[in-house]
């Protein structure tokens, strides 16, 4: 993913659902998604990124985003979503945000 890209992944919160994401114009074209399972869990339960953005790592920058905060804030993750889940099974080096 361009570096440009990376910067553009923004995060909202409300109540108990979450998600990281990237606009173009006023639409969402990648998003992933959670729900606050408490204070410091969080369940990613979905990944998506638009057809026309899809091989270009999108994915994994909104997962490593998300990874980055989860450091930063001492949040631990359950995963639901697939892609997420395979990503995790695949990279070790991420997998201290884990639920153990």
């Known amino acids: 993913m361009a570096e440009a890209e990376l910067s553009d992944i923004q995060h909202e919160e409300h109540g108990h ?7 173009r ?4 074209v990648a998003r992933l998604t959670y729900s606050r ?9 979905h990944t ?3 057809p026309s953005l899809e091989g270009r790592g999108i994915a994994r920058g909104l997962l490593d985003a998300a990874v980055a905060w ?3 804030t ?9 892609y997420a889940s395979s ?3 695949k990279d070790p080096s991420i997998g ?3 639920l153990a």
């Open 17 to 23: 659902r979450g998600s990281f994401f990237m606009t």
């Open 25 to 28: 114009g006023d639409k969402r």
């Open 37 to 45: 399972g408490n204070e410091r869990l969080v369940i990613i339960d």
């Open 48 to 50: 998506e990124v638009d």
């Open 70 to 72: 989860a450091r930063e």
């Open 74 to 82: 001492g949040t631990k993750f359950m995963v639901t979503c697939p």
């Open 87 to 89: 990503q995790f099974a």
């Open 96 to 98: 201290d945000v884990l």
